[in-house]
């Protein structure tokens, strides 16, 4: 199964364009990652520059269109679909979850079977932002 996971504003904000949050919820934190751990995490190279370093106890892999980029013990890839190609054969856990950001998950929410979205009661500076899914 592929999951989108991601915690997102009342407006849909993600984070500022360079991959930051824009928040700190510890809780929210922790309840992540305990539900991917032992899986195959896929994020956008943004998002993976935030955190510096892989997240243990899951394969971490980034995709970017930098042929060159060093994921710092990362898998790297250049495509969704390589992507999850990857977390099919080489992660322990069955589901696959993306992580994020906002342009990986417009092109992921076309091949997801679930989304987890934690709802921020806030509004903030729009930069990146989760797709929309229903029509308003």
């Known amino acids: 199964m592929i999951i989108l996971v991601a915690a997102a504003g009342l407006n849909n904000e993600l984070g500022k364009d ?3 949050p824009l928040w700190n919820l510890p809780d929210e934190y922790a309840r992540f990652r305990e539900q991917i751990k032992f899986h195959p995490i896929i994020m956008g190279r943004k998002s993976f520059d935030v955190i510096k370093e892989p997240l243990k106890d899951s394969l971490n892999i980034v995709v970017t269109r930098n042929k060159s980029y060093n994921g ?3 898998l ?7 992507a999850v190609e990857k977390a099919r054969s080489g992660g322990k856990g ?10 990986l998950f417009e092109e992921a929410i076309k091949i997801a079977d679930k989304m ?3 709802r921020i009661n806030g509004t903030f500076p729009m930069q990146r932002l989760f797709p929309k899914v229903f029509k308003e």
């Not at 790297?76 to 390589?82: K, N």
């Not at 069955?94 to 342009?103: E, L, P």
């Open 116 to 118: 987890e979205l934690s």
């Open 18 to 20: 360079d991959g930051v």
């Open 72 to 74: 710092h013990g990362a």
């Open 76 to 82: 790297v890839v250049h495509s969704l679909a390589a």
């Open 94 to 103: 069955k589901d696959i979850y993306i992580v994020g950001g906002g342009i």
